[in-house]
């Protein structure tokens, strides 16, 4: 095999690989908007991608205009949904499978938050963090009700379908961790019938 073949593999493994990822974070993005259209009440103002917390002294030195602040909003964390409410505010974050991470990021968002400049005028407003997902595991189940998060699940009948795909997957072994698998003689332990 050719160095252009090899190459060509290489492209069309990552750019299936993209494709995949491109097709969860849609489903995503609506699992999140079918979320708030069902279950938010009318009284919130909502915010999608909303970046969160202040902007460095050294960055505002050299901003200018309005456009320029805009665009220094890239280096600042983006939680999914934002509402804010008469009583309440809301950093909601979705997810289609719940991960210990998605917690951290929750609690670092709710502190982000009250740093915000753009919100200084609601930030004594009682702050709820929720997180909506189809799946969680029991680690970030347990996470969620220990640090006071909000655990939400939301399951529309159209992402059945995929999470369907999604067990398919969790059949076939890991390819990364049969690397790391100790060898009985010659043999894995994956290849020794039980």
Not at 110 to 137: E, K, S
Not at 155 to 168: D, K
Request: net charge positive.
């Amino acid at each position: 095999m050719g160095k252009s073949e090899r190459d060509r593999e290489r492209y069309l493994r990552e750019t299936a690989l993209n494709k995949r990822l491109e097709r969860y974070r849609q489903m995503e993005k609506r699992l999140l908007g079918e979320w708030s259209k069902q279950v938010l009440a009318q009284g919130y103002e909502t915010y999608y991608h909303q970046p969160l917390g202040p902007l460095l002294p050294s960055q505002l030195e050299r901003t200018v205009d309005v456009k320029d602040m805009k665009l220094l909003d890239v280096y600042r964390p983006y939680c999914d949904l934002l509402a804010i409410g008469e009583r309440d505010v809301l950093i909601v974050e979705c997810a289609i499978r719940f991960k210990s991470d998605h917690v951290g990021k929750l609690l670092g968002y709710g502190h982000l938050f009250r740093l915000t400049p753009d919100f200084a005028d609601v930030q004594d407003l009682p702050l709820r963090l929720i997180a909506v997902a189809a799946m969680y595991d029991s680690l970030s189940f347990f996470m969620c009700q220990h640090y006071g998060i909000e655990p939400f699940m939301f399951r529309p009948w159209w992402l059945e379908e995929y999470l369907r795909s999604l067990e398919f997957r969790k059949q076939r072994p890991n390819r990364q961790m049969l690397h790391y698998l100790p060898t009985i003689g010659s043999k894995t332990p994956l290849e020794y019938s039980i």
